[in-house]
């Protein structure tokens, strides 16, 4: 049996590798005061060292999602290679994206907070890294780090998203010669 679009079957076998990885993709580091770990799938959110019960909550919510995308994307498996149909799944781009969006959102929200409480919070915009934050809140100043750094199974997750792409034009291009 021959499959007729190869590079989607790889695209969606390594998608369901990355939805079944165990590990957390990017770790937000808040000057130590708050340490979040997460994933599209789990996430652990620490205060002062101390993980939150909430974390709980929400990682089983995102386990529900893990599920969800196993069952769709072995479904997407099944159709290539049984059926020989075109499928387009961007679910791990899309996923992986958003991560990129994260450190812009904190950003602005960081900043919109701080000037409606009347903080001073000065910080350049930081994608991945390390960051100095200067706080100041009535005549009392704080300097803190906050550091953004995503782990390797982010940046396997980003390639595997990115291969959708190839993926999709090669089932474009097999529908026009059909």
Known sequence: ??????????????????????????????????????????????????????????????????????????R?????????????????LSMSVQYLVYPAIIYFVVERISSAYGINISYSFLEIGREVVHMSVAGASMVSAFTYSPSPAYWFALAVGVLSIPAYLENKRGKKQS
């Open 76 to 92: 997407d498996i099944y159709l290539v290679v049984r059926k020989g149909r075109a499928v387009k799944n961007w679910a791990v």
């Open 1 to 74: 049996m021959s499959v007729r679009s190869p590079l989607t079957l790889a695209h969606l076998s390594l998608s369901l590798v990355v939805v079944l990885l165990p590990f957390y993709w990017w770790k937000y580091d808040f000057g130590g005061l708050v340490v979040v770990y997460t994933s599209p799938f789990q996430v652990s959110i620490y205060f002062l060292g101390t993980l939150l019960k909430i974390s709980y909550l929400i990682s089983a919510a995102l386990e529900a999602l893990r599920l969800y995308l196993v069952v769709s994307i072995s």
